[in-house]
């Protein structure tokens, strides 16, 4: 990795240039993060785990007909991904209220929502990532009016994916949150799901007993992280049954 040119590093992933013009190579960190990244801790093993999960995701996106950016994975924790113009959002997707949620309305954490709810925030760690609404995306530039208007059709396929794949190995999607990005074509923007699909974006609870399969085990010292997000990928059949961690969180058979 020393050789190669770092376009940017984030939170839990790092961006290198890739072996083709209009390519970059994905790396998952085993950092993790919370609240604005003011809780910080290495977790051994979550970046394969990472990798993993979002290659899952981003193949059954693809094979249902939603583009997204990923092109191949190339070893435990690195994808080949399509180089994008990212919109400066983060779009979040809630069908049960939790979180800043149910903070911000005073809801009961759990409580369905009457139908998926879709949110923006601005992309900006300095602010904290502020909600806005669609007049300021529009006001400001970062998206137009019928490009909005796809990315929130765009959300709610993707939610309709993952909510039925969740449901069928007994986690509910409580929300999650996904990034978009642009491919030019002929002069026309394409949009396609871009960064990451993971536990580290997805609020998931256990359907039978709640417990919380998620980055919130980190924020609320809930237990052990790879625990979590190793449950999930048994679950999926991601990984094979017997794969458990020993006590410095490395996953071994």
């Known amino acids: 990795m020393a050789r190669r040119k770092k376009i940017y590093e984030g939170k839990a992933k790092i961006l290198y240039e890739g ?7 994905q790396y998952f960190k085993d950092d993790a993060t919370a609240f604005n990244a003011q809780k910080k801790a290495v977790i051994e093993g979550k970046g394969v785990l990472n990798n993993r999960l979002s290659e899952f995701f981003m193949l059954g996106l693809q094979g249902v007909g939603i583009p997204t950016h990923f092109i191949k994975r190339l070893n435990m924790r690195e994808q080949l991904v399509r180089q994008v113009e990212i919109v400066p959002l983060e779009v979040i997707v809630r069908n049960f209220a939790a979180g800043s ?67 069928g190995v007994g986690i509910r999607l409580i929300d999650f949150k996904i990034e978009m990005g642009r491919i030019w074509e002929n002069d026309f923007p394409r949009l396609v799901i871009a960064d990451e699909i993971s536990p580290d974006s997805c609020r998931l609870w256990d359907i039978e007993t709640g417990r919380k399969l998620d980055k919130d085990v980190f924020r609320q010292d809930l237990g052990s992280l790879s625990d979590a997000y190793t449950e999930v990928a048994r679950r999926l059949g991601v990984l094979p049954s017997n794969v458990t961690h020993n006590a410095n969180g490395t996953m071994i058979n």
């Not at 072996?19 to 190579?25: A, D, F, K, Q, R």
């Not at 208007?149 to 794949?165: E, P, T």
Request: charged share 25%; glycine share 8%; hydrophobic share 45%.
């Open 19 to 25: 072996p083709e013009p209009g390519t970059l190579v």
């Open 101 to 167: 949620m149910a903070k911000r309305l005073g809801l009961e954490e759990g409580m369905p929502l009457p139908r998926p709810i879709v949110e923006f925030s601005y992309k900006n760690d300095a602010l904290g990532d502020p909600l806005v609404p669609e007049e300021y995306i529009i006001a400001f530039g970062w998206a137009q009016q019928q490009e909005l208007d796809d990315i929130v059709a765009l959300a709610l396929r993707v939610n309709d994916f993952l909510s039925g794949v969740f449901h």
